[in-house]
Nanobody, 116 residues
Framework: QVQLVESGGGLVQPGGSLRLSCAASGSIFNIYSLGWFRQAPGKQRELVALIVGSDSTNYADSVKGRFTISRDNAKNTVYLQMNNLKPGDTAVYYC??????????WGQGTRVTGSS
């Protein structure tokens, strides 16, 4: 079992920045990918950013150049640095771990809300 706890969400003005954190514990070995997904009201959950293997990263087109995913192995933590936030970034953000054996784990989510 893997436990994921996200933090760092909040209310932010357009153009602002936030850093989300995801602390992992439990059976955190044989990891295939670490990622951040988001779900806006009335929409399906979508991929935001992914680390595959040791350092290969992928980003949704909508966040390229604005968001950066990173990891700190010593702290078992994955981060999502979000800059130049837009109203369309408003969503609940979920951390995900996908293990090599196919197991998939999600955090409880952290809400990011854009203000005007």
């Amino acid at each position: 079992q893997v436990q994921l706890v996200e933090s760092g969400g909040g209310l932010v003005q357009p153009g602002g920045s936030l850093r989300l954190s995801c602390a992992a514990s439990g059976s955190i070995f044989n990891i295939y990918s670490l990622g951040w997904f988001r779900q806006a009201p009335g929409k399906q959950r979508e991929l935001v950013a992914l680390i595959v293997g040791s350092d290969s990263t992928n980003y949704a087109d909508s966040v390229k150049g604005r968001f950066t995913i990173s990891r700190d192995n010593a702290k078992n933590t994955v981060y999502l640095q979000m800059n130049n936030l837009k109203p369309g970034d408003t969503a609940v953000y979920y951390c995900n771990i996908h293990k090599a054996n196919g197991e998939n784990y999600w955090g409880q989510g952290t809400r990011v809300t854009g203000s005007s």
